[in-house]
């Protein structure tokens, strides 16, 4: 069968003129100079930067279902990059409120646990060399004096 391919292969590459002459075609501009048409991705069609087809890939191979509709691996890009861009906007704001022009794990945990709805989703999740949001309990913070003059002299270790 791999014979019978290769003539079929042949004869497809081979033209024959009116003078019975054979040319084997040359590469480049054929179909009336039209060119060929560059193949688009499904992440372009889709309009997306995350990879469409790599993901109904790993959808596939994971064996989550048996059968797997056409739009399911469109969909779950979509909102990988939303979720994404998202994270990435926030982080960002932390970074420039932190006046740094990088985002690192510090920037990503102040805005997954800023934002209500990250918080949530992500609640479970721990990032590593994320830290903690800045918070002292009202009960440890000093108390503030009614009267706040400062006595000459004597001053209080606690007294801020």
């Known amino acids: 069968t791999s014979s019978a391919n290769n003539k079929a292969h042949i004869n497809k590459s081979i033209r024959r003129s009116s003078s019975n002459q054979t040319f084997a075609t040359m590469s480049g501009k054929g179909k009336g100079g ?22 109904g890939r790993y959808l596939r191979q994971g064996k989550y279902a048996t059968r797997m509709g ?12 939303y979720l994404c861009a998202e994270i990435l906007e926030l982080a960002g704001n932390a970074a420039r409120d932190n006046k740094k022009s990088r985002i690192v794990p510090r920037h990503i945990t102040l805005a997954v646990k800023n934002d209500e709805e990250l918080n949530k989703l992500l609640g479970g999740v ?12 009202a009960v440890l ?3 503030k004096a009614a009267g706040s003059s400062s006595s000459k002299g004597m001053s209080k270790s606690q007294d801020y």
Do not use: C, D, M, W
């Not at 193949?39 to 087809?53: D, E, I, R, W, Y």
């Not at 721990?126 to 918070?135: E, F, R, Y």
């Open 70 to 81: 056409a739009g399911a691996p469109v969909y779950l890009a979509a909102v990988l990059e």
């Open 34 to 55: 039209r060119g060929e048409k560059k193949s688009t991705t499904s992440s372009a069609k889709a309009g997306l930067q995350f990879p469409v087809g790599r993901i």
């Open 126 to 137: 721990t990032i590593a060399a994320g830290g903690v949001l800045p918070n002292i309990h």
């Open 141 to 143: 913070l000093p108390k």
